[in-house]
């Protein structure tokens, strides 16, 4: 169970189905150190866990259930902003309404190797939200 891009350890999860459109595959997988969401079987993973993800191994900044997805979904999308705009707003979207401070999370978020500069993603979404 690896990044396939940098080789670090993943956490996989079952994609809900409102948030499949935004979703590489119906089973996703989130890279602890690039944050990049792949499809399961790409990191190694045949089998998705029901259970929901406990995604603070990625980070402690990630709340539980779908708002910890939705947003798992959006770091996904931050590496290409212009590209995944609507998805981006949506998977906000989701996640407010599910009980997440999105910026409150992006301003907590720790991640010095994200695939995506993480200061001028959250600078970028200040001025598109």
């Not at 996640?95 to 992006?106: H, I, N, Q, S, Y």
């Amino acid at each position: 169970m690896a990044c396939p891009h940098c080789s670090s350890s993943v956490v996989a999860f079952a994609v809900p189905s409102d948030l499949r459109e935004h979703a590489p595959a119906d089973g996703a997988a989130i890279c602890t150190r690039c944050l990049r969401v792949v499809p399961a079987v790409d990191a190694g993973i045949e089998a998705v866990p029901a259970d929901p993800p406990d995604l603070s191994a990625v980070d402690p900044a990630f709340p539980g259930g779908d708002a910890g997805i939705a947003l798992a979904l959006l770091c996904g999308h931050l590496e290409s902003f212009a590209l995944s705009r609507a998805s981006i707003e949506a998977l906000v979207a989701h996640a407010e309404r599910e009980g997440a401070d999105v910026f409150a999370f992006l301003d907590r978020l720790d991640a010095p190797d994200a695939a995506f500069d993480l200061d001028r993603r959250r600078t970028a979404l200040l001025d598109l939200l």
